[in-house]
């Protein structure tokens, strides 16, 4: 059974020669994969913290990719879907590219093309991934601040001066620079632009 942590490009094609050809394909571009038969069986195995990517057929027997990718974005999934589509499919996934797919390819694909997007899709949710560890990170340390604490950063962040702040609050001058420093040392920055970086929205 594979590590849920490691990143997988995720095959889920009903044709059996295709899900084989795009493995093999994977493996010699050194992109670890894993093949499904079935939108069923994927989203019966789909697991929230999976990291990786997704390549997803349009048209299957039973339940289509469009329905998975309906069903995928009900369960909050972030990792980003690849559509293969036929001639006729494209209207289909341009309307997918709209919900949040990441890309669409038309059948035949070319290889190097669709192993390009693929790294270019794990790529994406690696960076996401980190992004969210640092999240949880930030809201951890921001957890470990007092009241006043979060008072003092935020007219640090504001750009006003220890002199000021201690005004506002009704605080010694001395006291700010103690809260200020307690601050950097919980949030682990040194300076208030850092803090300001630390602090700023990521994509």
């Known amino acids: 059974m594979s590590n ?98 990441f890309d669409f390819l038309e059948k035949p694909v070319d290889d190097n093309a669709l192993v390009d997007v693929v790294i270019r899709a794990l790529a994406t949710n690696a960076r996401h991934q980190a992004n969210q560890e640092t999240q949880a990170t930030v809201a951890t340390r921001l957890a470990q601040l007092t009241p006043r604490e979060h008072e003092v950063m935020q007219l640090v962040l504001a750009g006003k001066f220890n002199k000021v702040i201690a005004d506002e609050l009704n605080i010694s001058m001395r006291t700010v620079e103690v809260h200020r420093s307690r601050v950097f040392e919980k949030m682990g920055v040194r300076s208030a632009v850092e803090l300001a970086q630390l602090l700023s929205p990521r994509d």
């Open 4 to 101: 849920p942590a490691m990143p997988l490009a995720h095959i889920v094609d009903d044709d059996e020669a295709i899900r084989d050809a795009l493995s093999w394909l994977f493996r010699t571009r050194n992109v670890a994969a894993r093949a499904w038969a079935s939108a069923e069986d994927f989203l019966a195995a789909w697991q929230p913290d999976w990291q990786g990517c997704i390549v997803l057929d349009i048209r299957m027997r039973e339940m289509s990719g469009l329905e998975c990718f309906d069903a995928l974005l009900e369960r909050g999934n972030t990792l980003p879907v690849i559509f293969l589509t036929g001639h006729g499919d494209v209207p289909m996934a341009v309307g997918a590219l709209k919900k949040g797919a």
